[in-house]
């Protein structure tokens, strides 16, 4: 509803006017917006304009899915939050010129993939809210001019376990910003 919503609020027009005036779409989207947008992908589908989704949630017939692919995370570098947009980056690199999707576009973007693919598997402690705040008041104390991003790295580089929306709650409730 939020994305029917937001459609007749923008008036920017609907994904597959835009895709058919242009003959090609390169859609970039989370799982949960895929899910709000699954009419809009399937009717971008029915155009018949060259389609790539990188992200998304499911194959949708008609339209080349890109899956998200944390294992490529290292090699695209940044967060997990931004993966899909710097696969979407990736993909164009390795793009046939002019084209969205090629065979030897897709054969360049399978090898490099497969080349780089790092699975990321983390051995860290969970631990107390209690042990997270008493972090930070230390590495604050210690290094005052330390930013959240910092001492959360630092936190996890000690070999602890936590989310990083819990660990920005607990810092501006230690904290104050």
């Given at each position: 509803?939020?994305w029917e919503h937001?459609?007749?609020?923008d008036?920017?027009?609907?994904l597959?006017?835009?895709?058919?005036a242009?003959g090609r779409a390169?859609?970039?989207?989370?799982?949960?917006?895929a899910?709000?947008m699954q009419?809009?992908l399937?009717?971008l589908a029915?155009t018949?304009?060259?389609?790539?989704?990188?992200?998304?949630a499911c194959e949708?017939?008609?339209?080349l899915?890109v899956?998200a692919?944390a294992a490529?995370?290292?090699?695209l570098?940044?967060?997990l939050?931004?993966?899909n947009?710097r696969?979407?980056?990736s993909?164009?690199?390795?793009?046939t010129?002019?084209r969205?999707?090629?065979p030897q576009?897709q054969?360049?973007?399978?090898?490099?993939?497969?080349?780089v693919?790092?699975p990321?598997?983390y051995a860290r402690?969970?631990v107390?809210?209690?042990?997270?705040i008493?972090?930070?008041t230390e590495?604050?104390n210690?290094h005052?001019?330390?930013?959240?991003?910092?001492l959360l790295?630092?936190?996890r580089?000690?070999?602890?376990?936590?989310?990083?929306k819990?660990?920005a709650d607990?810092?501006t409730?230690?904290?104050?910003?």
């Amino acid at each position: 509803m939020w994305w029917e919503h937001l459609q007749q609020l923008d008036g920017t027009g609907d994904l597959p006017q835009i895709a058919t005036a242009a003959g090609r779409a390169l859609v970039v989207v989370s799982e949960t917006y895929a899910h709000a947008m699954q009419r809009d992908l399937h009717r971008l589908a029915a155009t018949g304009a060259e389609t790539v989704l990188i992200g998304g949630a499911c194959e949708v017939e008609g339209i080349l899915r890109v899956p998200a692919n944390a294992a490529l995370r290292q090699a695209l570098g940044g967060t997990l939050t931004s993966l899909n947009t710097r696969t979407a980056a990736s993909w164009l690199e390795h793009c046939t010129p002019g084209r969205l999707i090629s065979p030897q576009g897709q054969a360049r973007w399978g090898a490099w993939a497969a080349q780089v693919a790092r699975p990321e598997r983390y051995a860290r402690t969970p631990v107390s809210d209690e042990t997270v705040i008493a972090f930070i008041t230390e590495m604050k104390n210690l290094h005052p001019g330390s930013s959240r991003t910092r001492l959360l790295r630092l936190f996890r580089d000690k070999g602890m376990a936590c989310e990083q929306k819990r660990f920005a709650d607990l810092y501006t409730s230690t904290i104050g910003r």
